[in-house]
């Protein structure tokens, strides 16, 4: 039977349609149909300038963890310009990038949870709920609780807001709770015996294939792939500080699910060393922004890639320049696009609610997809 | 442990009304039969008036009790009067018929899904209210009447699936077949490991079973409710109860985030009005069940016989708010491993612990 | 069994203790945090018509009419169209455009979300924060700092 599963489905996480073959009720057959939430990034991108109007734009691409793609182009610019970024702004840069990578990853697990358990579930709402403590946060420090425009070229744009002892509280809070509430979470779901029948050996990928189709990120080190770009490729200020990646050998939807929250504990780890280094900085010494020209005009067919590890994977750009101020060609590649192929080798002889689930381990981001 | 003895035969609410209505004496059929009418009625819309409250209302709020969140509270005291605006609002909109769909099936398919759930609530002693006995009729075959009532809201929900043209819906309406078949089987044979302690399928007589004290802890005297009794056949009860009634975590043959609903996704307005009412009522039904036949039907302590009917509300409440509970927590379970869990597990069950209960009842009395 | 109980409990617990974490939207207003970006305000007696936030802007939301003499004329502001990016307010050099905490906009068309300056000039400030004060300290990394005192009137 011949089964469109979206575009309007409640468990596609916004408009995807995947087009799937069923054998009774096991899936044969699934291809995504993608490209309903298109809205031509790469080209508005490449009618924008370098300097400050292509900025706001990364965090339209994955919109529930924003700031790491707007890393992603402050580093393909920086290293398309040379342009140094000041220490404490890295440091900065680094927190509040983990900060964004639990809220994407408490979405996440929220939407997963609704697709394994329905609707009205009350993990959603805890996931949410911690979600928007990380909001305020960054709303303190950002400005927007979504559309965060955070990152400039060679640095950020706001120091930590005044007071910032205030400030360091709020973040210390969130940290020290962070445990309790994901025992909570562990309490809720992984410990869950239903939920284990339903996500243990449901969704299996193998590191192999994984990699042929060019997953990364949780996706792949959840097929115990032990790639993640803050370690392989540093920037900004990971190497400098302790954490470790986070593997599983599950391959399954379950194992997705505990490398995210596991990710969770790592991004806690991280943020309180930076919150640390920052309390110690030096008060003369707080750059946030290096001096950068007004307008950039980068040397005629240079091409630069550079990647960063967002929070759904390796998510890269590669922009060629022409001499211009505007990009002349801007690609993403984004780690959605490849993760929500390999649904197809997933959910292969699945049943159809676990092809669901293994659509929401992924956690896909349509805006990222589509682009 | 002997049988209790069965009280005054209690008068039923038809008859009562009949006495109202005029006076004692025979009675000419037409008068009996507009005294079964009006008590029906009365029954019904008690029933329609809780599940109103119950679908618009308590389910938000119990929800955003278990999610932290303050639900409806602006229309009216404490957001009660979001019954009417839900009422307006379903009533108000258009009934889209799909194409294709088969149509005496697809209209009738609501119906009987609301009107079997309301059947069953004939046979079920609630109780008193205010001398009032609220019992529509009391058949020798009480039990097995409202098991058969309850399940005709299959053949609703296939006739549902299968009109709609859908394929959602269609996996919806097979997928309610699979799952009411295997779990049909397991709440009968629990409530037959019941019968065995009461000789009876009647639904007073039941009932009556229950009222002796069990024993007695610290001056509280424990009633001997088959709760008590054979708590292994309650907790079995109770979840084959989840699964008849499709709920938490087996509510696989609507699962919104999988077929979208299943069988009601084509429905709208009144027709889905009448499937939503259906649904709690359902959810009652099994609670109305769970009280009758496992924790003493409206018996209770505190408040006088002629007003234990507050006792029956209470307890398909609580049954009610377990539903809820169980939905905030626990995932749905895959179809496949919802047969299995069916057929392998709970009818295993069912089966020991019928065979327990008829060796210990054959022993012991 | 025992995970199944565990998660029942959990959920028990946030059920019994009672504390919400939504408010009632319009009678208890969310915490706006200084830096909060939300609808422009605009000042013409600031404005030297340098047409910088026009450049700037990314998605051409702020448009500026000049007679021949490049005398500021209008100063349309398409605010359903606007990212709510600030770099405006950043380029402005005298902050005669700055985004304040207000959130709360409401229309029948999207035509009526163009204010023009006369509207940008009325749209009021949130619980009377001026967003200036708390947003100062970055501003060095493009240009001066402003003259201080703010007076729109």
Same mark, same amino acid.
């Given at each position: ?9 409640p468990?596609?996480h ?6 799937t ?12 149909d993608?490209?309903y ?5 790469e ?11 292509i ?6 691409w ?15 610019a ?8 000041p ?13 964004a ?6 979405l996440?697990?929220?939407?997963f ?5 329905g609707?009205?579930t ?22 927007q ?9 060679g640095g950020?744009?706001?120091d930590?807001?005044?007071?910032r002892?205030e400030?360091?509280e ?5 940290i ?8 909570e ?5 992984t410990?869950n015996?239903?939920?284990q ?8 990928i ?30 900004g ?22 490398v995210?929250?596991?990710e969770?504990?790592?991004?806690a ?6 919150v ?8 003369d010494e707080?750059d ?28 890269g ?6 001499g211009?101020? /505007? ?11 490849n ?8 959910a292969?002889?699945e049943?159809v ?16 997809v589509?682009? | ?14 008859e ?10 025979d ?27 119950a679908?618009?209302?308590a389910k ?10 303050i639900?409806v509270n602006?229309?009216?005291p404490a ?8 009422a ?27 009107s ?14 205010f ?13 097995a009447f409202?098991?058969?009532?309850a ?13 709609s043209n ?9 997928r ?33 079973a229950?009222?002796?004290?069990l ?25 084959a109860?989840?699964a ?12 919104p ?37 496992f924790?003493?039907g409206p018996?209770?302590p ?11 509300v ?9 539903t ?7 995932p749905?379970?895959?179809i ?5 869990i069916g057929? /392998?597990?709970?009818?295993v ?8 209960t008829?060796?210990i009842?054959?022993v012991?009395? | ?16 203790d ?11 207003a ?20 340098c047409?910088?936030?026009?450049n700037v ?12 003499q490049?005398?500021?004329?209008q ?7 606007c990212?709510?990016c600030?770099l ?10 700055l985004?304040?905490?207000n959130f ?5 068309? /999207?035509d ?11 749209v009021p400030?949130?619980k009377?924060?001026d ?5 100062e300290?970055?501003r ?8 201080g005192?703010?007076?729109?009137q």
């Amino acid at each position: 039977m011949f089964l469109n599963i979206g575009p309007h489905h409640p468990a596609t996480h916004g408009v995807l349609h995947l087009k799937t073959v069923l054998d009774g009720e096991q899936v044969a057959d699934v291809e995504p149909d993608i490209g309903y939430l298109h809205r031509c990034e790469e080209q508005m991108c490449q009618n924008n300038n370098y300097r400050h109007q292509i900025m706001p734009y990364p965090d339209r691409w994955d919109y529930t963890a924003n700031l790491p793609n707007e890393w992603a182009y402050a580093r393909v610019a920086e290293d398309l310009n040379d342009i140094e970024v000041p220490e404490y702004a890295q440091i900065l840069r680094t927190m509040s990038v983990e900060f964004a990578r639990i809220m994407g990853h408490m979405l996440a697990v929220g939407t997963f949870a609704l697709d394994v358990y329905g609707d009205f579930t009350a993990t959603f709402m805890y996931a949410i709920r911690d979600r928007e403590l990380v909001q305020n946060i960054l709303e303190d420090l950002t400005g927007q609780r979504m559309m965060f425009n955070y990152f400039r070229l060679g640095g950020v744009v706001w120091d930590l807001p005044e007071p910032r002892e205030e400030f360091f509280e709020k973040v210390r809070d969130f940290i020290d709770d962070l445990p309790e509430a994901l025992e909570e979470y562990h309490d809720l779901i992984t410990t869950n015996e239903i939920f284990q029948k339903r996500t243990i050996g449901t969704g299996v990928i193998d590191a192999e294939t994984a990699k042929q189709y060019g997953c990364t990120g949780p996706v792949a080190r959840a097929s115990g792939i032990d790639y993640d770009l803050r370690r392989d490729d540093p920037y900004g200020y990971y190497d400098e500080l302790d954490w470790d990646v986070v593997t599983e050998d599950g391959c399954d939807n379950f194992a997705r699910l505990l490398v995210r929250m596991r990710e969770v504990e790592e991004s806690a780890k991280l943020i309180s060393q930076c919150v640390d280094l920052l309390e110690d900085w030096p008060e003369d010494e707080r750059d946030i922004q290096s001096n950068v020209p007004r307008t950039l005009k980068p040397d005629a067919d240079t091409e630069v890639y550079r990647a960063v590890e967002g929070a759904k994977g390796e998510l890269g750009i590669y922009v060629r320049s022409d001499g211009t101020d /505007k990009p002349a060609r801007f690609k993403i590649r984004s780690p959605c696009f490849n993760n929500l192929h390999s649904l197809e080798a997933m959910a292969q002889g699945e049943y159809v609610p676990d092809l669901i689930a293994a659509l929401g381990s992924l956690d896909v981001i349509l805006g990222e997809v589509d682009r | 442990m002997s049988l209790a003895p069965l009280q005054a035969d209690p008068v039923l609410l038809p008859e009562t009304i009949a006495r109202a209505l005029f006076g004692g004496g025979d009675l000419a059929i037409w008068q009996e039969a507009l005294a079964a009418f009006l008590g029906a009625f009365v029954v019904g819309n008690i029933m329609l008036a809780m599940t109103g409250v119950a679908g618009p209302w308590a389910k938000r709020k119990i929800t955003a009790a278990f999610t932290d969140r303050i639900a409806v509270n602006r229309v009216g005291p404490a957001g009660l009067l979001i019954i009417v605006a839900d009422a307006v609002r379903l009533l108000g909109k258009e009934l889209i018929i799909p194409e294709g769909a088969d149509r005496p099936a697809y209209d009738l398919a609501p119906l009987v899904v609301a009107s079997s759930a309301l059947l069953g609530f004939a046979v079920i002693p609630m109780g008193q209210i205010f001398g009032v006995n609220l019992m529509l009729a009391d058949p020798e075959i009480g039990l097995a009447f409202v098991f058969a009532a309850a399940s005709i809201a299959t053949l609703g929900l296939a006739m549902a699936g299968y009109a709609s043209n859908n394929k959602y819906s269609l996996m919806g309406g097979l997928r309610a077949i699979a799952q009411n078949i295997a779990y049909e089987i397991p709440l009968i044979l629990t409530a037959a490991s019941v019968v065995l302690f009461t000789d009876t399928l009647q639904m007073s007589g039941i009932v009556a079973a229950q009222q002796e004290p069990l024993f007695t802890v610290a001056g509280i005297t424990i009633p001997s409710w088959f709760a008590f009794v054979n708590p292994f056949a309650f907790v079995l009860f109770v979840v084959a109860n989840l699964a008849e009634v499709g709920r938490n975590p087996f509510d696989v043959p609507e699962a919104p985030t999988e077929i979208i609903a299943g069988y009601q996704t084509e429905y709208s307005s009144v027709y889905f009005v009448l499937f939503y009412l259906g649904e709690f009522l359902h959810i009652f039904l099994g609670g109305a069940i769970i009280a009758t036949v496992f924790l003493g039907g409206p018996a209770g302590p505190f408040l006088p016989e002629s007003l234990n009917f507050v006792w029956f509300v209470i307890k398909i409440w609580a049954v009610f708010l377990f539903t809820q509970w169980a939905r905030s927590a626990v995932p749905r379970v895959r179809i496949d491993q919802l047969i299995e869990i069916g057929w /392998k597990g709970m009818l295993v069950m069912s089966l020991a612990n019928l065979v327990l209960t008829a060796v210990i009842v054959g022993v012991m009395l | 069994m025992i995970g199944v109980l565990k998660s029942m409990a959990t959920t028990l617990k946030h059920a019994l203790d009672g504390s919400t974490f939504t408010v009632e939207y319009p009678d208890v207003a969310p915490e706006v945090s200084p830096r909060f970006r939300g609808v422009h305000k605009f000042s013409q007696e600031r404005c030297i018509w340098c047409r910088q936030c026009e450049n700037v802007c990314p998605n051409d939301t702020i448009q500026i009419v000049q007679d021949d003499q490049r005398n500021g004329e209008q100063y349309n502001l398409h605010i359903g169209q606007c990212v709510y990016c600030r770099l405006c307010e950043e380029v402005c050099p005298v902050d005669a455009i700055l985004l304040t905490e207000n959130f709360e906009f409401t229309a029948d068309t /999207k035509d009526e979300f163009i204010y023009n300056k006369e509207q940008l000039k009325n749209v009021p400030w949130y619980k009377d924060i001026d967003p200036l004060e708390s947003r100062e300290p970055d501003r060095g990394a493009w240009i001066g700092e402003g003259e201080g005192e703010v007076d729109y009137q």
